[in-house]
């Protein structure tokens, strides 16, 4: 089965960090672009991070340069975000996906179901 699942989402506090995990199943994700979206509420999704099939180019959203990083792990077929110093816009739900476009914008093709993460005092 053909599936991508997204973990480490919660209530954290402005400042601080989370590290979001997206394990795929039933295909290499090594293959693929790959990118983490998000969606706030009342908002439209949008392309936090994009990364390349061979690493060789990265995109982050302007609003979250300098503190988002999306890596690859090849030998457990899995992507992470490392987000540090977290505002409350951050605040949505975090999707990961394989991408047909490593932007600018993002252009995703499949989604996993999704992780949430709210910033708040």
């Known amino acids: 089965q053909v599936q991508l699942v997204e973990s480490g989402g919660g209530l954290v506090q402005p400042g601080g960090s989370l590290r979001l995990s997206c394990a795929a199943s039933?295909?290499?994700?090594?293959?693929?672009?790959i990118g983490w979206f998000r969606q706030a509420p009342g908002k439209e999704r949008e392309g936090v991070s994009c990364?390349?099939?061979?690493?060789?180019?990265?995109y982050y959203a302007d609003s979250v340069k300098g503190r988002f990083t999306i890596s690859r792990d090849r030998a457990k077929n899995m992507i992470t975000l490392q987000m540090n110093n977290l505002e409350p816009e951050d605040t949505g739900v975090y999707y990961c996906?394989?991408?047909?476009?490593?932007?600018?914008?993002?252009?995703?093709?499949?989604w996993g179901q999704g992780t949430q993460v709210s910033v708040s005092s």
């Open positions: 996906a394989t991408v047909i476009r490593t932007g600018p914008p993002c252009k995703a093709d499949y």
């Open positions: 990364k390349s099939s061979d690493d060789g180019y990265t």
């Open positions: 039933g295909f290499r994700l090594n293959d693929y672009a």
